[in-house]
């Protein structure tokens, strides 16, 4: 490869690949995406949900053991020429000619980009703004639901879905019954909708009045800090019984 050419980049799977299609488009970057299937479909799959650990080991199962490092943290990204090097906790370092942030929200990849890029003056304006958008998650455990009222918790799998109202805590039944009208063809809403009567939401944290404490707590500091912080400010919502 001379120093005039850049490298191509080959993407399988036009699922997520597009996202990446997209930005080296604009890069102006030479790429091609390999997808298995003939053509798009034209319904999505049904909604699936897997744990974490199982979606893993699926995917673990298709890359040789040995070219997945854990416990190999990025502190560090450096140029030189056409050659990109990783600085490891470790004080390992790698090579390469392409780097690709699949680090998720916090990405240590972006973050050096982005600080690479500003000191420069290169960095977009929008690129140094707060996202316009945020959310919080609660994770925790209800009480047991009883299989008479709720029989649909005797399958090996099951999900109920509940929307937060504009003014008020919990969905009406009203809300539930406009929302089952809307996407009466989707099966997770016709779930919920099926027991709009028992209220979901409410029996499912009932008296759950310190989960509800540690909502609102967590929901003010989400709204206090940007979204754009360092890996070393990472929180995570502890629960306590």
Do not use: W
Request: glycine fraction near 6%.
């Amino acid at each position: 490869m001379s120093s005039n050419d850049k490298p191509t980049v080959l993407i399988v799977g036009a699922g997520l690949g597009p996202m990446l299609g997209a930005l080296l488009e604009k890069s102006n970057v030479p790429y091609t995406i390999f997808e298995r299937a003939a053509m798009v479909k034209p319904l999505a799959l049904a909604m699936y949900i897997i744990t974490r650990p199982d979606y893993y080991s699926i995917m673990l199962k298709q890359v040789p053991a040995h070219k997945v490092l854990f416990g190999h943290r990025v502190l560090n990204i450096t140029e030189e020429g056409d050659k990109v090097t990783v600085h490891l906790s470790n004080n390992r370092t790698y090579k390469g000619d392409i780097i690709v942030g699949a680090d998720g929200s916090y990405s240590a990849v972006r973050q050096r980009m982005y600080e690479q890029l500003k000191a420069k003056d290169l960095l977009p304006k929008e690129d140094q703004e707060d996202l316009p958008f945020g959310s919080t998650s609660l994770v925790g455990q209800t009480k047991a639901l009883d299989p008479e009222e709720f029989p649909i918790v005797n399958k090996p799998h099951c999900q109920f879905l509940g929307f937060l109202g504009d003014d008020k805590p919990y969905t009406t039944s009203d809300d539930i019954t406009r929302i089952f009208e809307e996407y009466k063809k989707e099966r997770y809403p016709a779930v919920m909708a099926s027991y709009k009567s028992s209220q979901i939401m409410g029996k499912a944290i009932e008296d759950e009045q310190k989960a509800r404490a540690l909502f609102e707590k967590q929901q003010q500091q989400d709204q206090q800090q940007p979204r754009s912080r360092d890996l070393s400010e990472e929180s995570q919502l502890q629960h306590q019984k």
